[in-house]
Nanobody, 122 residues
């Protein structure tokens, strides 16, 4: 089994920045894509960003392009989501995911973390 644990969420003012981390552990195997998603109250889960194993490809949802960056450190089994120029509409629970189930750009994943809350105040 593979486990993912997010951290770094919190409350930030509009225009601020926050970096989320996702540590992957357990019986990992081979290279794997990683993704970030978010879900706001009353809304469907939304794709945020994805990165392939070698960090040679990244992909972003339209609502975060130019503001968010995704990266990973395979030696530390950790993925990151750097969020800048945050807006109140970015408020959501953010989830990381690993092991894509579909071709690149991956939006469906096998393993998921439990999420971390990000709240952007106006």
């Amino acid at each position: 089994q593979v486990q993912l644990v997010e951290s770094g969420g919190g409350v930030v003012q509009a225009g601020g920045s926050l970096r989320l981390s996702c540590v992957v552990s357990g019986r990992t195997f081979g290279g794997y894509d990683m993704g970030w998603f978010r879900q706001a109250p009353g809304k469907e889960r939304e794709f945020v960003a994805a990165i392939n194993y070698y960090s040679s490809m990244t992909y972003f949802g339209d609502s975060v392009k130019g503001r968010f960056a995704i990266s990973r450190d395979n030696a530390r089994s950790t993925g990151y989501l750097q969020m800048s120029s945050l807006k109140p509409e970015d408020t959501a629970v953010y989830y990381c995911a690993g092991y894509a189930l579909d071709p690149w750009p991956s939006t469906k994943y096998r393993y998921w973390g439990q999420g971390t809350q990000v709240t952007v105040s106006s």
